[in-house]
């Protein structure tokens, strides 16, 4: 009896663990799918940004004919097969479809001071990125070769432009050297900075340390409506007297610094919020600069997959449903922007924060990376736009786009292109 009971009882447990773990049992992919992800998937040669051959993508000429913004993401910022991927991209993008800037998820205004200084008689250097980008980009072994590129084309006939369009600081220029270039661009406008603004000064001067939650509770609500004001008011000031890109773009940056210290400040312990805020400010940047610096130029976006989705209001998880970049440039633009999302099945990614590598979530056995896994195509394509009515990617499948995290989604309508890269490698620094 005792046998028995211990029998039933192993049984029941083996039932329960089944059912909890049933979505990470394997199961066999369905044939059909399979063999259409087979025959839409364009595969994809190299993801060597050296490697200029290429016939392996130039099926993008017909499917971004009529784009002119072109979004690139990325599942996280250690994804380095991923960069080297989007490197390679982007100078097919400039070479063979004309799109002649490229803008990145980092600071407005450290990002145009660097393309300013590569424009200048001053010799650049890959290594001056730093200055501009978060470190992750602006030093990684995977971006290296397209910051060469940059830098080498800086001073042509056919550039590929650079700026930026976050709200945040990015750069490692330090809180004292920034308020020594914001401080010397005001002299130029006989506009004193520690005279005539003197608490937004005094915020510049740590201005991380501000941003951070805890010291920002020590800031009275009144100080910081005065420091608000203060920025707004320098800005219409400037909006009177701007005759140049660097005027305008100077104006950008303060509003940006504005939205930011807004996001930290009146929502401290409020992260969804304060996403919201800087997917609507990264937006508004974008289009500002579309309309004014590069008006009648096409542009690509790097940014993370997750700002540039778009229709999020038909995501599953209500706290994924607020509008991100991609939702107000898609309704902007429409067709004539275009969002890659790029996903993987296995591999490793980097810790931006830690710098620990780690194995990233392997994809569900039913998920979309599974299927094209089995194919044998280490890089592949699939343009969301040219898919059949009754194709099963319409529906709601399982894919990695956030964050390496297996997720239900009716993910073809929020991306026009999905990137798949079989094995993902972590960000390298020599």
Excluded at 207 to 213: A, K, P
Excluded at 271 to 292: G, P
Excluded at 358 to 370: L, M
Excluded at 384 to 411: C, D, I, P, V, Y
Aim: with cysteine; charged share 25%; hydrophobic share 35%.
């Amino acid at each position: 009896m005792k046998t028995y009971s211990y029998i039933l009882l192993c049984s029941l447990g083996l039932c329960c663990l089944a059912f909890y773990l049933e979505p990470y049992i394997y199961k066999e992919n369905n044939p059909e799918q399979v063999k259409e992800l087979a025959s839409i998937a364009h595969p994809i040669r190299t993801i060597n940004p050296a490697d200029t051959n290429y016939q392996d993508l130039l099926f993008l000429k017909d499917k971004l004919k009529n784009v002119d913004m072109v979004m690139l993401g990325e599942q996280q910022h250690g994804d380095g097969a991923t960069f080297l991927a989007k490197s390679r991209l982007i100078k097919f993008l400039h070479q063979e479809l004309d799109f002649d800037v490229l803008l990145f998820e980092s600071g407005i205004y450290d990002c145009y001071l660097l393309w300013n200084t590569m424009q200048g008689e001053q010799k650049s250097k890959t290594t001056d990125f730093d200055q501009a980008l978060f470190y992750f980009w602006g030093t990684s072994n995977e971006t290296k070769n397209l910051r060469e590129y940059i830098v080498q084309n800086a001073k042509s006939t056919e550039p590929l432009v650079f700026g930026g369009f976050d709200i945040q600081f990015s750069g490692t220029i330090s809180e004292s050297k920034r308020t020594q270039l914001i401080e010397s661009y005001l002299a130029k406008k006989d506009i004193s900075l520690k005279k005539d603004y003197k608490n937004f000064s005094k915020t510049l001067e740590n201005y991380r340390y501000n941003t951070y939650s805890y010291p920002s509770d020590q800031i009275p609500k009144k100080e910081k409506q005065t420091i608000f004001k203060e920025i707004e008011d320098l800005s219409q000031r400037l909006a009177k007297v701007a005759n140049t890109n660097e005027d305008r773009i100077f104006i950008r940056y303060l509003l940006s610094i504005q939205a930011n210290l807004k996001s930290k400040w009146l929502y401290t312990y409020n992260e969804r919020q304060q996403r919201i805020i800087r997917d609507s400010m990264m937006a508004e940047n974008v289009i500002w600069l579309k309309n004014n610096l590069y008006k009648n130029k096409k542009i690509i976006l790097w940014a993370a997959n997750y700002h540039i989705a778009y229709h999020s209001k038909t995501l599953n998880n209500p706290t994924e449903r607020d509008n991100k970049m991609g939702d107000y440039l898609k309704t902007k633009y429409d067709s004539l922007c275009y969002g890659i999302n790029f996903t993987s099945y296995s591999g490793q990614t980097r810790n931006i924060v830690s710098g620990d590598t780690f194995q990233i979530n392997d994809s569900s056995p039913t998920g979309i990376e599974s299927i094209l896994h089995t194919t044998s195509k280490p890089f592949a394509f699939i343009d969301s736009r040219s898919l059949a009515k009754k194709s099963f990617l319409n529906g709601t499948t399982t894919m990695k786009f956030f964050g390496h995290s297996n997720s239900s989604e009716k993910w073809s309508k929020i991306t026009d292109g999905m990137f798949f890269i079989d094995k993902m490698k972590p960000i390298t620094f020599n």
